[in-house]
């Protein structure tokens, strides 16, 4: 079930569009907050809500990658390959972070604090090599920096730094 | 040179209303809405040469004379922030740092075309961004810059934020519109253009950021003022983006069709490290790259497609004598290959299989016609899709395969990069 949060949050954004389908992407994003990544039950009460099909909803939710389909851990820090950050370190910083996690791409480390994930371009490559983490942009990336935000992450008590 | 798109970036809190008020920030607009009918207006924005920065290089003022009028239909805005383009960085710092000059664009837009509503969408990853662009929306209503009868005119508008969630695909024009009606981003068919049936099937003009912030300085100081900025049909200036082996990475305002060995070295402060530079890709991952004895083409649409690249979105990554270009074209492919949408056969199958063969030459298995191999799926797609995508796929693999076709076959040969 969306909690009545959700369905309030949701329904705020109604206003915006002609019809409520519109809204799906944002209200899988409300629906991934509440349940942590886009389980069955997700998937179902967004679309009892909006009025759509399981099968509309899933069609959508598996196709952007920013949806979760499995858990994640509490930080979710997202790595980019692609050309500027690629020829700028980013291989270093990724495998900087796989010995320090103990996990690969696509990985949650057992603690269920972090996950790491491999991303495509974001944006960001004047200041390569760059992750974000809870969305939040880490630039010009050296292995000491990635020390110093991981410190951070893990001093952090109260669940996700994203403001 | 006067900076023009990025002249308030300097300041203090420039995100704001406020600072953005201070030097004559939304004049343009009431000068548009007092001293133009919407159709000179886009007449004057004809005469700019102002050209699609979000890579197409569409002509901006013929693209606003396609919507029709006075059908009665609702007409939308959407603007394209969905930058996702490797190698592409300069939509996200229009939104940081001035989002108060894209929202009066789209205003002028807006007024031109008729449109009563504007969407802009953008992508998932820019969380930080879309809050700044929200508060810079809230601003504009309260100052009576959005909602009903804008500035005493009549004129009425309102514009929301729309997020993405994590698909290169939705930088494309119909795949957005899909995205934007709750559902995966497969691009239409055209005709029809969205001009005539787009979002929720009505008359919609999709624009870059970029783009639009041009408009309130073509309304305050003219169109041919602006394409004197630039180059034959090139007009104004650009925010050039450069990354990659360059001593200052980074945005640069300059005008259209200045050269790119200019960009690189006076602007860029060369290469890193005193090395040779290797290739260029001129602009975003899907034009095809340059060898370095090329860098002396303009940065401009025509220029560059002259000599069979791109200018894209104007933003070259740049690459020394240190880059294996095996590694550099997988890196490209693997970018299409995961972010083909999955429409069309051949994309979907030529970007992957591209994608793999690359990756086992990278491995030490590659095949001794590989890299004829590759060409052949290219022309497989090129022109076989429903949208630039397949053809971006294709055009970059054939760039990297065409101008360093011995470092492949070396690499088949021997196993190994030459450079190791």
Known sequence: MLSDESKARIERLFLHYPDKRSVLIPALFIAQEQFGYISDEAVRSVAQFLELSWNEVWAVASFYSMFFKRPVGRHVITVCMNISCMICGAKKIAEHLKAKLGINFGQTTSDGKFTLLEVECLASCGTAPVLQVNLRYHENLTPEKVDSILEELEEWKNGRLED | ?420
Request: aromatic share 10%; glycine share 12%.
């Open chain 2, 1 to 420: 040179m006067e900076k023009i798109l990025t002249r308030n970036w300097g300041k203090e809190s420039s995100h704001t209303l406020e600072v953005y008020l201070r030097d004559g920030g939304y004049e343009a607009l009431r000068k548009a809405l007092r001293e133009f009918e919407p159709r000179a207006l886009i007449d004057e924005i004809k005469k700019s040469n102002l050209r699609g920065r979000g890579g197409a290089g569409f002509p901006m003022g013929q693209k606003m004379s396609f919507v029709p009028r006075g059908t009665g239909k609702p007409v939308y805005l959407c603007v394209n922030a969905d930058e996702s383009e490797p190698g592409t960085f300069k939509d996200r710092y229009i939104l940081e740092r001035d989002p108060h000059m894209m929202i009066e664009g789209a205003l002028i837009a807006c007024y031109a075309i008729g449109a009563q509503q504007v969407y802009v969408y953008i992508r998932g990853e820019f969380r930080q961004q879309a809050r700044i662009l929200d508060g810079a929306i809230r601003e504009a209503y309260q100052g009576g810059f959005l909602g009903r009868n804008i500035l005493g005119n009549g004129f009425d508008l309102d514009m929301y934020w729309h997020t993405g969630a994590g698909a290169y695909i939705c930088g494309e024009e119909t795949g957005l519109l899909e995205s934007l009606e709750g559902k995966k981003a497969w691009p239409r068919l055209r005709p029809p253009f969205p001009a005539v049936a787009g979002l929720y099937n009505f008359p919609t003009l999709i624009h870059n950021v970029e783009t639009l912030a041009c408009l309130p300085h073509i309304v305050a100081r003219g169109g041919e003022w602006f394409a004197k900025l630039g180059v034959e049909k090139n007009g104004g200036t650009k925010i050039y983006g450069l990354s990659g082996h360059v001593r200052e990475p980074g945005l640069y305002e300059l005008p259209m069709g200045i050269k790119l060995r200019e960009l690189i070295y006076q602007h860029g402060g060369g290469i890193r490290g005193g090395r040779q530079l290797k290739g260029v890709i001129p602009g975003g991952a899907s034009c095809p790259i340059l060898r370095a004895e090329e860098i002396d083409v303009e940065m401009d649409f025509d220029a560059l497609q002259k000599i069979g690249s791109m200018f894209g979105t104007g933003c070259p990554v740049v690459m020394d004598e240190t880059t294996c270009m095996v590694e550099a074209a997988y890196s490209v492919a693997k970018f299409f290959a995961h972010e083909s949408c999955g429409q069309c056969t051949p994309c979907r199958e030529g970007a992957e299989w591209i994608r793999k063969i690359m990756h086992r030459i990278l491995n030490a298995q590659g095949r001794p016609d590989d890299v004829d191999h590759m060409l052949d799926l290219c022309d497989n797609i090129q022109g076989k899709t429903i949208c630039a995508l397949g053809d971006a796929a294709a055009m970059a693999a054939r760039g990297f395969l065409r101008k360093f076709r011995d470092e492949f076959e070396f690499h088949v040969r021997h196993g190994r990069c030459e450079l190791s």
